[in-house]
């Protein structure tokens, strides 16, 4: 029998420094807090439907530029892009074009990778693999 996953619970982000990390995710994202707990170490935001979750709870979970990567849908792939290099934010890939989307990958203070991720209206796109 195989186990049944009904969804994603949530993407959780391990970072160093919670005030400079919330800065970004809030500040330079526009993500907004929808729960906070462990006093103020795991902070959750609404994105959507979904959670994403950054948290300083242990020296065992740290941040790496090599892991899972969340990507951000965003309704104005040109505006995000624009938004984030006023910012000066890091781009582990500068914005390229497949036949499915337009993405770009940014990293976060603490080098954990991002993706800025925006699927192309069905009537434009091309064969995706």
């Not at 195989?2 to 970072?15: L, Q, S, T």
């Not at 902070?43 to 979750?53: K, S, W």
């Not at 300083?56 to 790496?64: E, Q």
Request: hydrophobic share 40%.
């Amino acid at each position: 029998m195989n186990m049944k996953i009904k969804g994603i619970g949530f993407v959780g982000v391990p970072v160093t420094d919670l005030k400079r990390a919330r800065a970004f995710y809030e500040d330079v994202l526009g993500l907004k807090i929808s729960d906070e707990m462990m006093g103020g170490k795991w902070i959750e935001y609404g994105v959507g439907d979904d959670t994403l979750a950054i948290a300083n709870v242990s020296d065992t979970w740290t941040p790496s530029d090599q892991g899972t990567g969340a990507a951000l849908e965003v309704e104005d792939f040109d505006e995000a892009i624009s938004r984030l290099k006023d910012r000066q934010v890091r781009f582990a890939a500068e914005p390229f074009e497949t036949p499915c989307c337009h993405m770009a990958v940014i990293q976060d203070p603490d080098g954990n990778k991002l993706m800025i991720h925006k699927l192309k209206p069905e009537n434009e796109k091309g064969i995706c693999l």
